[in-house]
C-alpha cells in the first residue's frame, strides 16, 4: 500500500473510531467482557446449544425438557440488559457502515465496500 | 458521584459526530482518488465507454444474456446456446480495451481490500461485511 494511502487510512480510522456509534459500540463491548453474569449467561447458552447440536449430530434424542431448558437460557439471554445494549449498539455501528461507504463510493464513483468485498479469497 | 462507567465514558467521550465522520470520509475518498491504482481504473473504464468494438461486443453478449436468463435460472439451456454464449463471452472479454479494464478493475479491487482491511481491524467491525454488492 502505498504510504500516502496507508497514513490517510490510519487517521480516517481513528477519527471513524471515535465517532459516536462505533465509539458507543467500544463502550458497550467493554461493558460486556467486564460483566461476570453476562459472560456467564452467553457462556452457559454456548454450551448448551453446542451440547444439542453434538446429540442431534449423533442422532439422539432431544427431550422437551432440553429445549424448554434452551429457551429459558435464551429469554435470559435476551433479558440482559447488559448483552442487549451491546448487540443495539453492534447493530447501530453496523448500521452506519453503509453511509460511511456510500461518502467513499460517491466521490471515487464505484462501490468501495463491494470492491473490497470482491477483492477477498 | 459518578459510577464508574460513568467516568469511563466521560473519558471514552466521542469527538467525532457522526456528520464529523462522514466528512472525514469524503475527505479520505479525496486521497483514493489519487491513488495511481483508481486513475489506472478510471482511464480504463473511459477508454472502454469509448471504445465502439468492445462496447459492441458487451451489448451482444449482454442481450443474449438477457434472452436466454429463464432458460440459464432452470438450469434448461441447450448446449448450442451454452456455447453461443459463451463464445460471445469470450469474444467480449478478448477485447483489449476490456482486459485492459478487468485488469484494472481486479488490482484497484485488492487495493480496496487491503485499504478497507486497514480500517476494519482499526473499528472492530468489517467495512465491506457491511456493505455488500449493490450498497450504494
Known amino acids: 500500500m502505498d504510504t500516502t494511502v496507508e497514513a490517510a487510512a490510519r487517521e480516517f480510522a481513528l477519527k471513524l473510531r471515535a465517532s459516536s456509534p462505533i465509539a458507543a459500540f467500544w463502550q458497550a463491548k467493554a461493558r460486556l467482557e467486564a460483566d461476570e453474569e453476562a459472560q456467564n449467561l452467553l457462556a452457559e447458552l454456548q454450551e448448551r446449544q453446542q451440547a444439542l447440536m453434538l446429540k442431534q449430530q449423533n442422532g ?9 431448558a434452551l429457551r429459558r437460557l435464551q429469554w435470559e439471554v435476551q433479558s440482559n440488559p ?3 445494549a451491546y448487540v443495539q449498539a453492534q447493530q447501530q455501528a453496523q448500521a452506519f457502515l453503509p453511509d460511511v461507504n456510500m461518502e467513499i463510493s460517491q466521490l471515487l464513483g464505484f ?11 | 458521584m ?3 462507567w460513568q467516568t469511563q465514558e466521560r473519558v471514552m467521550e466521542p469527538v467525532v459526530s457522526r456528520n464529523e465522520a462522514l466528512q472525514a470520509a469524503r475527505e479520505f475518498a479525496a486521497v483514493l482518488a489519487e ?3 483508481y486513475q489506472t481504473f ?10 465502439p468494438a468492445a462496447q459492441e461486443a458487451i451489448r451482444v453478449f449482454q442481450e443474449r444474456q438477457q434472452s436466454l436468463q429463464m432458460m440459464l435460472m432452470l438450469g434448461a439451456l441447450s448446449e448450442a446456446d451454452r456455447d453461443n454464449l459463451q463464445r460471445l463471452q469470450r469474444e467480449m472479454l478478448a477485447q483489449p480495451a476490456m482486459q ?3 485488469e484494472a478493475q481486479e488490482q484497484l479491487s485488492l487495493l480496496c481490500r487491503e485499504v478497507a482491511d486497514l480500517i476494519s481491524e482499526a473499528i472492530g ?4 461485511a457491511s456493505c455488500g454488492p449493490g450498497c450504494c
Not at chain 1, 434424542?61 to 429445549?67: F, G, L, M, P
Not at chain 2, 482511464?43 to 471504445?51: N, P, T, Y
Open chain 2, 125 to 128: 467491525l468489517s467495512l465491506a
Open chain 2, 100 to 102: 485492459a479494464y478487468v
Open chain 1, 60 to 68: 439422539s434424542e432431544i427431550t422437551q425438557a432440553e429445549i424448554d
Open chain 2, 42 to 51: 478510471d482511464q480504463a473504464q473511459l477508454r472502454l465507454r469509448r471504445d
Open chain 2, 35 to 37: 491513488m495511481p491504482g
Open chain 1, 82 to 84: 447488559v448483552i442487549m
Open chain 2, 2 to 4: 459518578e459510577t464508574m
Open chain 1, 111 to 121: 462501490d468501495f465496500g463491494g470492491l473490497a468485498g470482491a477483492g477477498s479469497g
